[in-house]
């Protein structure tokens, strides 16, 4: 990166919040910004950094020191999410997907991504719906309350997954800023 390349004061911010690993909307949001300020100055940090994704950029900032490198203890924690065959999520105040781990994949059979930032209740069944709108009205009043429930969750090829979700409020943690879930599928009783 040359000097003319240099992130500016604000670049940085986003920068910074590309990391948490918080939608853009998220991110618009923690920095009181319009989701397309947000979507401008990630460009311009992708262009700089001479990187084509968030991954690339996080790790380029990390190995140039614009970011902390990871510390033992937070790679220890990711791999442990990371290879979890639970599926791990975090949803947003907003109720959208803000984060889910590789199991998704395995248990919903496509990559997160095509869901990131979209309505979580996109996959649960019509007939769950009611029901966990409910739930999360309930949980969302009490910082880190938890409940379990089961749902059905659709799957790429049409079909629908009957899972076990624990889900914490996790909204007030500055490092969350959403509710966690641990989903688990149903094989039988």
């Known amino acids: 990166m040359s000097d003319t390349n240099e992130l500016t004061e604000r670049e940085r911010s986003v920068l910074e919040q590309l990391a948490t690993r918080l939608t853009y909307s998220g991110i618009a949001r923690e920095l009181g910004l319009s989701i397309n300020t947000v979507k401008s100055h990630v460009t311009h940090i992708f262009t700089k950094l001479d990187v084509t994704s968030r991954d690339e950029a996080i790790d380029t900032a990390r190995a140039t020191g614009l970011l902390p490198a990871r510390t033992h203890e937070e790679m220890s924690f990711e ?96 490092a969350v800023r959403g509710f966690v879930g641990t989903s688990r599928a149903i094989v039988h009783r």
């Open 79 to 174: 791999a442990l999410v990371m290879h979890s065959s639970d599926l791990i999520t975090i949803v947003d105040a907003d109720r959208r997907l803000a984060w889910a781990n590789p199991a998704y994949v395995e248990l919903l059979g496509e990559p997160p991504d095509a869901h990131l930032g979209r309505p979580a209740w996109e996959i649960v069944h019509p007939d769950d719906r009611d029901r966990l709108a409910n739930i999360f009205a309930e949980v969302s009043t009490q910082p880190g309350a938890s409940v379990t429930f089961e749902c059905r969750l659709v799957h790429a090829d049409g079909t629908w997954r009957r899972v076990e979700v624990k889900q914490v409020n996790r909204l007030h943690d500055p």
